[in-house]
């Protein structure tokens, strides 16, 4: 028993090992969804990815909506994360506030701003961990 309790201990250690944080940021100013929103993160090809913060950030006085989408790689389909929420002129939001958003290859995250923008202050910033997966690959 002290040997599969050593095993599964070490699996859990390599496993560790092969995991990388990562912070991205990314100006948004497109105001079409689909694919012509601006890409704010793709997960490389074997690894599987777990968002713990997404952080949106509007530098403008003025509110404006903005839309979060994922693209999902397997299934080919967007789905909408937030869809016309208001930032306020000034502020910050963040929608993952308790939560992870777990993503796999080649799955990616965009935004895009509602269609009367007029200011292309909002920022977006995410954060979390890759973790290597050899058999998960780009479809």
Do not use: C, W
């Not at 793709?42 to 949106?56: R, W």
């Not at 208001?86 to 963040?94: A, P, Q």
């Amino acid at each position: 028993m002290l040997v599969s309790m050593l095993a599964a201990q070490g699996d859990v250690m390599s496993n560790t090992l092969l995991a990388t944080t990562f912070f991205h940021g990314r100006s948004i100013s497109s105001t079409q969804g689909g694919v012509d929103a601006d890409v704010i993160y793709v997960v490389p090809s074997h690894f599987d990815s777990e968002i713990s913060l997404i952080l949106i950030s509007n530098g403008s006085t003025s509110s404006t909506d903005i839309s979060l989408q994922v693209f999902h790689e397997d299934e080919g389909t967007y789905t909408h994360l937030l869809k016309g929420h208001k930032v306020e002129g000034n502020d910050s939001y963040s929608p993952l506030v308790g939560a992870e958003l777990y993503l796999h290859a080649g799955d990616t995250l965009s935004a895009y701003l509602d269609s009367s923008a007029t200011s292309s202050s909002f920022e977006i910033s995410i954060s979390g961990r890759q973790y290597f997966n050899p058999v998960r690959k780009r479809v």
